[in-house]
């Protein structure tokens, strides 16, 4: 490879073993069996690495040393994620690998895997272009969480003290559809509310019960109205309802998870604030309500534009022109950009599919994102 001319076909050749590598989220063995892969990749380039312990798969820290004059320079911090959607198996039955018309298919290959090809080759640019005279670049902190599909319950305590003395953060999930990179994203909380009730035999003794049941559901019908009077957009979606048993026992247990998307922080706050506060409507009956993972709201600012003005003198640098707006979905960007962090996202290759059998990677894309990424170092 030389500073300007990624190989294709080795881009491919790596992006297929890491597709390879089926890495559902929770299943530490196949995670830390690519997160081995990965480490041992960035040793390759320089990298001192670290594996940070946790149940569901460890999370990875490869830190690479600047060069040239900026080799003392506050570092930029890059993220990324190894876990996927896909439960393992989906090679052998409906995703299988494939390549066609300069498309690559298959588990995680859009989310997110080919954004890991993409960091890897644009540091390997960026070391090349020093050693063929270039200034160089500041040193760059890569972490690769294992839990990002469930909303990084474990790695967002290690994104923010990564963030810490970051100069900015870039983050390798997907990008809009038309290229453009991700300037921004609302909070994404996942809340269960869970009821206790009392038992009782609904013909003989109906009264001496609390239904769990009808006590979620009007929970529910008050949540509706938390979220309609925020003063933002708020999204809300009831994505599970379990409880009770059997129709002539009065329920006892009965819970709802819920997933919140924010606009703004404000909107976070009063929502989540009236969320944790709800109390039982009927006696015998209690509530509770626990976040079982939060992203803060990133809201663009004057750090996340400055940013993008450096990625669009950079873009131009290599003969491409990058945009970016605001995104729905979360990331762990949601916690450097909330920090105050220059934040951009959607570093990853364009394509199409992300948490769909569609999945798809455009093949030429991985390169041209490279080269982006490698620019953008020359100019942080």
């Known amino acids: 490879m030389n500073g300007t001319a990624p190989d294709l076909d080795a881009l491919l050749t790596r992006l297929e073993g890491y597709v390879r590598h089926e890495t559902p989220t929770g299943d530490a063995a196949r995670l830390d069996a690519l997160g081995e892969v990965l480490l041992a990749r ?20 490869m830190d690479h040393p600047g060069r040239g004059a900026k080799a003392d320079a506050a570092p930029v911090l890059f993220l990324g994620h190894h876990d996927t959607v896909w439960p393992a198996g989906q090679l052998d039955g409906p995703m299988p690998w494939r390549v066609a018309d300069g498309v690559a298919h298959g588990p995680g290959a859009y989310d997110m895997k080919s954004g890991l090809v993409v960091m890897e080759t644009a540091l390997e640019l960026a070391r090349a272009a020093h050693e063929a005279g270039g200034a160089g670049h500041p040193p760059v902190r890569v972490v ?3 839990d990002e599909e469930v909303g990084s319950p474990t790695a967002s305590a290690l994104v923010a003290e990564a963030a810490r003395d970051a100069v900015a953060a870039l983050g390798f999930e997907s990008p809009h559809p038309d290229g453009s990179l991700k300037a921004g994203r609302r909070g994404s909380t996942r809340l269960r509310l869970a009821v206790d009730g009392v038992e009782a035999h609904a013909a003989l003794d109906p009264d001496a019960g609390a ?9 529910l019908i008050l949540i509706r109205s938390i979220v309609r009077h925020a003063p933002g957009d708020v999204l809300c979606n009831v994505g599970t309802v379990a409880g009770g048993g059997r129709t002539n026992v009065v329920p006892a247990a009965a819970h709802a998870d819920i997933g919140l998307r924010f606009a703004d922080a404000e909107s976070e706050r009063v929502v989540l604030d009236g969320l944790t506060s ?7 009956a209690a509530v509770t309500a626990e976040v079982l993972s ?7 600012d004057d750090t996340t534009s400055g940013l993008l003005g450096t990625v669009r003198r950079a873009a131009a640098s290599v003969g491409q022109r990058i945009d970016g ?15 105050g962090v ?8 364009l394509g199409a599919g992300a948490h769909a059998v569609h999945e798809q990677v455009v093949i030429a894309s991985l390169a041209e994102r490279a080269r982006l990424v490698a620019a953008v170092l020359a100019e942080l």
């Not at 960035?42 to 820290?61: C, I, K, M, N, Y």
């Not at 709800?278 to 015998?284: D, E, F, K, W």
């Open 325 to 339: 707006s605001p995104a729905a979905g979360g990331a762990d960007t949601n916690t450097t950009g909330s920090l």
């Open 211 to 219: 239904s769990a049941v009808d006590e979620l559901v009007d929970q």
């Open 278 to 284: 709800l109390r039982p409507i009927r006696a015998g």
């Open 294 to 300: 939060r992203r803060p709201t990133w809201a663009p």
């Open 144 to 146: 690769v969480v294992a």
């Open 42 to 61: 960035h040793r390759e380039l320089g990298a001192t690495t670290r594996r940070v312990a946790a149940p569901g798969g460890d999370h990875l820290v």
């Open 342 to 349: 220059a934040t951009l996202d959607g570093f990853g290759p």
